[in-house]
């Protein structure tokens, strides 16, 4: 990745710099800029929101305090967003935690009557996949020997065939793999539920194989893949603005509150302008999308709805996802790293003022906490999803947060509901999402659902705007995107 981000920089000069609407500005708009910018291009990022970041954007409530959209760790298996956070000379930021995969066993506890969990050590000394296989080996509370071992067995075509196989395994589910590969359902039950749920908000009935596959292919492959770290404060100051300074400093531009409201096309179906919702014109030398795909689906110009490339997108829809950050009056006794809650209605969970230096808090615990799959309560009122999530507290934190309020007491909390959030990573949906570069000369696609190897996540979004950015830069180069006369970008 090091590689190809030099790659932009070493380009030559373009004779006359595109002048290229980049619209969103979530990770994957705001990479595509920065490494527009460092091939000599100009972007214009249109953002229809007052806020940066998309998926990751967050914002203070009244007392000051920041509400994420989405808890989000970020991997060593991310080769793109470390490179980024090197490029940007912010490295310091990422918090890297102990190299430990920590699930919760719900109604199991301490002899002093605490929560238990059961961890994967990874230990330090030791290269991949030594390491992954050691961290499997010790833990004993999940899984039995046997199971380990008949697990291992399942995942020996994946190891001896590779990607292909990977890609291949799109066409089942997490369930359907395990079955046929004659794995037991209690390692389903006991892990995989946990994972899918982490991985794409939805139980392993529904999630495609591929995407845990890759997951594992990464983790047992590199010898850092599965640490995780946590930002270290809200991702829209921490990341998103020195993304967006670094393209800034480089004569491209950003235009906050800017909603495209329609695609204008030219009689060859190319992109003539786009309409923004307040009534005025932009135009440019080329145009990248980086709308979330149902956003995307509903901008499609007619005229573009018949071609394969933007019909498949109806095969790609957004996942609910809610998240939750619940004040409590005191420390409770949590891990400084992500938990894996294994609860029925929770996916993974932090304690934030632990594990993020930004909202440190000495006396107090912010939990921030992923509710999936949400399918069924994305549509009710924020009380009774919070009560249903002190529900599954008290199990996670038997000694410490009581039904009858006499433990620690919720101060306040904050729902942040995605109806439509990352693409539903069902079997079989890999074939729908796009490449990079449309059948239109002046029009490309970026975002976390297009296609690149790493599924839909920050890694994915990062990645997929420097592949539309190469892309871009390399049909500039060859002259296939036909210049405007005025290279001025008239709002
Ligand atoms: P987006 O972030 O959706 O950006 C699209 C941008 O386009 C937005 O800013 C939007 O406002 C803008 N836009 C939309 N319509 C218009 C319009 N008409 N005009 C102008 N602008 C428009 N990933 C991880 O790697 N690790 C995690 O732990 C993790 N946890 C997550 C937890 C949650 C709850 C959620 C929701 C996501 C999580 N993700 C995680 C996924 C990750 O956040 C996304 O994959 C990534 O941020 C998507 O980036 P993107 O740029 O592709 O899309």
């Known amino acids: 990745s090091a590689a190809f981000s030099q790659a932009f920089v070493d380009m030559p000069r373009p004779d006359r710099p595109l002048k290229v609407a980049v619209i969103g500005a979530g990770l994957a708009g705001l990479s595509c800029a920065k490494y527009l910018s460092d091939a000599g291009h100009e972007p214009v990022v249109l953002e229809a929101r007052d806020v940066l970041g998309g998926k990751v954007a967050a914002w203070q409530d009244k007392d000051g305090d920041w509400i994420e959209t989405g808890l989000h760790i970020f991997f060593g298996a991310y080769p793109n967003v470390n490179q980024m956070f090197t490029e940007l000379g912010i490295r310091d930021r990422l918090q890297w935690k102990s190299h430990s995969m920590i699930f919760a066993m719900p109604g199991q506890q301490t002899a002093d009557g605490f929560q238990r969990f059961s961890r994967f050590e990874f230990p330090d000394l030791l290269p991949a996949p030594l390491n992954g296989l050691v961290a499997i080996l010790l833990n004993n509370e999940m899984l039995t020997f046997p199971e380990k071992i008949q697990f291992g067995i399942g995942l020996i075509p994946a190891i001896l065939f590779g990607q292909k196989y990977v890609e291949e395994c799109d ?29 794409n908000f939805i139980d392993p009935d529904n999630l495609s194989m591929t995407v845990v596959l890759t997951a594992l292919n990464r983790f047992l492959q590199e010898t850092h893949g599965s640490k995780m ?151 009710r009122p924020d009380e009774e999803i919070i009560q249903a999530t002190m529900e599954e507290l008290y199990r996670l934190f038997p000694n410490e947060i009581m039904r009858d309020g006499s433990k620690a007491k919720l101060l306040k909390s904050a729902v942040v509901k995605t109806p439509l959030s990352v693409y539903e990573a069902t079997a079989g949906r890999e074939l729908y999402r796009p490449v990079q570069t449309s059948p239109l000369a002046n029009f490309f696609l970026a975002g976390c659902f297009t296609k690149q190897k790493y599924l839909a996540s920050m890694e994915g979004a990062t990645f997929s705007g420097k592949l539309a950015a190469r892309a871009l830069a390399d049909a500039a180069m060859a002259g296939t995107i036909p210049l405007k006369e005025t290279a001025a970008v008239a709002a």
């Open 229 to 379: 770290a946590f930002l270290d404060g809200p991702p829209p100051t921490r990341l998103c603005q020195p993304m967006a300074d670094h393209m800034l400093a480089r004569g491209g531009e950003l235009r906050m509150n800017q909603r495209i409201s329609k695609i204008m096309l030219n009689d060859d179906k190319t992109v003539k302008g786009l309409k923004m919702q307040d009534g005025s014109m932009v135009e440019a030398d080329a145009y990248v999308s980086t709308m979330p795909v149902d956003i995307l689906k509903l901008m499609l110009p007619d005229e573009w709805k018949p071609m394969p490339y933007f019909d498949k997108l109806n095969g790609l829809e957004g996942v609910p996802v809610i998240n939750i950050h619940m004040w409590f009056d005191r420390k409770l006794t949590t891990v400084d790293h992500l938990l894996f809650s294994r609860s029925p209605l929770l996916s993974v969970y932090a304690d934030m003022s632990l594990t993020c230096k930004g909202y440190r808090d000495d006396d107090k615990s912010m939990l921030e906490l992923v509710f999936a799959p949400a399918k069924d309560w994305i549509g």
């Open 171 to 199: 066409s089942l589910t997490v369930t359907e793999w395990m079955k046929k590969q004659g794995v037991p359902d209690r390692v389903n039950d006991e892990v995989f539920i946990a994972m899918a749920k982490a991985l």
